[in-house]
């Protein structure tokens, strides 16, 4: 089993950086694909980042393509998602979880942590 805690969200003004952390504890981290989701009130929880279990290939969504950076570090346990260029369309709860295969699916994850507010204002 894999717990997981999100941080660095916040309130930014567009054209903004952050990046969000997401600690895992349990064990055997490096055996699950990691991925990001967002949902904005009202939203669906849709796909933004995964990334496989050796952090060689990570995939996007395309809104956010060329601007944000997944990457992870197998040793802290640790997932990272870099945005750059934030738009007031990336304002959502940002979610990291943890699965056997990376993918774009809610249904690739079986573990989840509790998000990170992410606003940008304009």
């Known amino acids: 089993q894999v717990q997981l805690v999100e941080s660095g969200g916040g309130l930014v003004q567009a054209g903004a950086s952050l990046r969000l952390s997401c600690a895992a504890s349990g064990r055997a981290f490096s055996g699950y694909a990691m991925g990001w989701f967002r949902q904005a009130s009202g939203k669906d929880r849709e796909f933004v980042a995964t990334?496989?279990?050796?952090?060689?290939?990570?995939a996007y969504a395309d809104s956010v393509k060329g601007r944000f950076t997944c990457s992870r570090d197998n040793v802290k346990n640790m997932v990272y998602l870099q945005m750059n260029s934030l738009k007031p369309e990336d304002t959502a709860v940002y979610y990291c979880?943890?699965?056997?295969?990376?993918?774009?699916?809610?249904?690739?994850?079986?573990?989840w942590g509790q998000g990170t507010q992410v606003t940008v204002s304009s």
């Open positions: 990334i496989t279990q050796s952090g060689s290939t990570a």
């Open positions: 979880a943890a699965g056997y295969t990376s993918g774009a699916y809610l249904s690739n994850y079986t573990y």
